[in-house]
């Protein structure tokens, strides 16, 4: 096995083919949320209500990417990104979620698109990355049938404006964050905290995801590769005791999507965990069937583990799971569970670093579905960055990557099929409930100018995409 323990070698090399880029999302970069008829999205709502964001920011310009699009690929270019992997806003093509497609809408993301091709860089497009048209909500939002089918129809729409051009089409972006923190916990929009709209919501995603991949597959006409985007939580125990806690927050967390999308069926464990919220009548007729659709590549976000064990009702429970409290549950059923907080060091969003979760959560995907190729399509930290001659020297950020693609290095030589690596994020942004407190960008944006400014990692990942080689950095935390 290839790397040293604290995943910190270099020289490594990457295969040519092994795709290496970064990403973002329509709320968090693209602002002009007034601009070609754009709707209204439930975060647009979400952060205009008073107390949900820190600051009362809102993504009204966010980075102002819709404006700057040309100097933003041409930054891309400059950094020698091989793939940008970018989310299209849903309002901004349906501003109610249904009907025909605005062309304002299309424009702009045929420019993106367009733009990425002539500069060599391929276009990764995430359907759904959190913002809802607001008018679905109104209608039900998530928890409700029809909206995956409202999805659907979102979906062959896009496969027929842009399905001649994107390489890889990505159905969904942590569904677990939608359902779970915005039916459940109420941390994300809409903000609501009923535990089994959370579990509807589950369920819906999924059949959006399924009948958006049939969608894309009728109208996409350049044979693309079809993945969705899950944000899997690795999950270790406390003690021997607490095998039941694991049991339950894995299949909350991760089998609530895979097993459905991957294998056609939900996990007995689940049924069981949230058998006092919900009976799971809403699952109908075909459904298994229409969630579980052959996919090219398994979408992996990684940013850290989470640590639980059984509560034994003595004293307050613990709740660091790495998500705001605002007085709902992310973990509808699993009421036994507390989430303990983990040894750092940690990152600005008091995430622990873990380089080794990474490797080994490959490596279990790898051994739960040997033939699913998967792709890291999110991984990064936000850091306090200080700016010092305008430089930016943040070797926290470019050290915890660097450990990360070591991590990736590991479970490749361990026989997993690991297609790429993707940064997040290229800018700092909009942190949802965060607002713009938390800078994850490899190139800061002032937000009084709008500036862009690459820091230092964004040198350390240009130069890992032109060697294929993992370089040093300098005055390492230790």
């Known amino acids: 096995m290839t790397g040293t323990y604290d995943y910190r070698e270099t020289g490594l090399c990457f295969p040519t083919n092994f795709l290496l880029g970064a990403a973002t999302a329509s709320y968090q970069v693209e ?11 439930i ?8 107390g949900k964001v820190w600051n009362g920011d809102t993504g009204d310009v966010a980075v102002d990417h819709y404006h700057r699009l040309e100097e933003d690929l041409d930054l891309m270019k400059e950094l020698g990104l091989e793939a940008y992997r970018f989310s299209i806003a849903w309002p901004r093509i349906q501003p109610q979620g249904v009907g025909q497609p605005l062309r304002d809408g299309i424009d702009f993301y045929d420019r993106l698109v367009d733009g990425l091709l002539t500069r060599g860089i391929q276009p990764i497009a995430t359907l759904y990355h959190w913002d809802l048209p607001q008018a679905l909500e109104d209608a039900g939002g998530w928890p409700a049938r029809d909206t995956a089918y409202r999805f659907a129809d979102y979906a062959a729409m896009m496969g ?4 001649d051009r994107v390489a890889t089409w990505s159905t969904l972006n942590e569904p677990w964050c939608t359902a779970y923190l915005g039916y459940g916990s109420g941390a994300h929009a809409p903000g609501r905290t009923d535990p089994e709209a959370a579990l509807q919501a589950v369920h819906h995603l999924n059949l959006a995801h399924g009948l958006g991949i049939q969608r894309l597959r009728e109208t996409a006409s350049n044979s693309p590769q079809y993945s969705v985007t899950l944000n899997f939580h690795q999950v270790r125990s406390v003690d ?8 339950a927050i894995d299949a909350l967390a991760n089998q609530a999507f895979t097993r459905p999308m991957l294998r056609g069926e939900y996990p007995r464990d689940l049924i069981d ?10 699952v109908i007729d075909d459904d298994m069937e229409q969630i579980h659709q052959p996919l090219d590549l398994l979408g992996v976000n990684y940013y850290s583990t989470t640590t639980v064990r059984t509560w034994d009702r003595e004293g307050t429970k613990e709740r660091h799971d790495g998500h705001k409290d605002v007085g709902g549950s992310a973990w509808p059923g699993a009421d036994e569970v ?11 969003m008091g995430w622990n670093i873990a380089p080794d979760g990474l490797e080994d959560l490959l490596v279990s995907l790898h051994q739960k579905f040997p033939d699913q190729p998967l ?27 660097r450990r990360h693609l070591v991590a990736a290095h590991r479970a490749i030589s361990r026989g997993v099929d690991l297609r790429g690596y993707l940064v997040w994020s290229l800018f700092d942004n909009f942190e949802w409930g965060y607002g713009y407190s938390k800078r994850f960008g490899i190139v800061r944006v002032d937000y009084e100018t709008l500036e862009r400014l690459p820091k230092d990692s964004a040198s350390w990942f240009a130069e890992l995409i032109r060697t294929r080689r993992i370089p040093g950095v300098a005055s390492i935390p230790r």
């Open 375 to 401: 792709m890291i399509t999110e991984n990064g930290a936000a850091f306090d960055d200080v700016v010092e001659a305008g430089l930016i020297h943040d070797v926290e950020r470019a050290d915890y990557i």
């Open 160 to 163: 027929q404006a842009l399905g």
């Open 273 to 282: 965990t949230t058998a006092s919220v919900t009976d799971w009548s809403f």
């Open 240 to 247: 021997e005791y607490s095998h039941a806690a694991v049991v």
């Open 31 to 41: 602002g002009g949320f007034a601009e070609g008829r754009r709707g209204p999205s």
């Open 43 to 50: 975060w647009d709502t979400f952060s205009k209500t008073p």
């Open 338 to 348: 507390e989430f303990v907080q983990q040894d750092g060091p940690y990152t600005a």
